[in-house]
């Protein structure tokens, strides 16, 4: 009896120290003065975090092998909802999202490619915002992301928006 309570309260333990990792995960793809108010949600639909500021922060998701926690205003979230469903998606104001632990590695042409090839332009983006806005205020943006600069990505699809590199890409890119 002792030995299964025992092993109860690790599990509990063990979950309780998991669900503190994902939350520290996903608070880590803001800046401090967003943390205390973001919801935090994991993939599995558990919210970990109440908040009120209107974003909310997820750990990478379990597909990914590297980080890319990410925090997202509601624009963002009802584009995230879109892209994960192949659906149409318009956005008809501004959208803020913040990966500030970067990604691990998108094309910048095709929204669903899910390895580097000869010719989708494969780039693992540093610490970074992404910002969508209505199609027209992308018009004659760069869309290099070796530019110097933010850059639109997956330009002239439904799930289009501006990358914003706020830190230096991973130094191995491109070995």
């Known amino acids: 009896m002792v030995m299964a309570a025992a092993g109860a309260s690790l599990a509990m333990a063990g979950s ?15 800046w401090p003065g967003m943390v205390e108010d973001a919801t935090v949600v ?10 009120s500021n209107g974003y909310t922060c997820l750990p990478t998701p379990p597909t ?8 997202l205003d509601e624009v963002w979230q009802a584009w995230a909802e879109a892209w994960q469903n192949k659906q149409p998606f318009t956005a008809e104001r501004l959208g803020i999202a913040y990966m500030l632990q970067g990604d691990e590695g998108a094309s910048n042409i095709d929204p669903y490619a899910k390895e580097a090839t000869d010719d989708n332009q494969w780039i693992e983006e540093g610490p970074h915002l992404m910002i969508i806005a209505p199609p027209e205020l992308l018009e004659g943006m760069p869309t290099d992301p070796d530019n110097g600069g ?3 990505m997956w330009q002239g699809t439904d799930y289009q928006h501006i990358m914003v590199p706020v830190g230096a890409r991973d130094a191995s890119e491109g070995e």
């Open 16 to 30: 309780a120290s998991a669900q503190s990792d994902k939350l520290q995960e996903a608070l880590s793809a803001t």
């Open 42 to 51: 994991d993939w599995e639909g558990t919210v970990l975090q109440e908040g």
């Open 64 to 71: 990914m092998a590297g980080r890319a926690p990410m925090c």
């Open 150 to 152: 933010p850059y639109v």
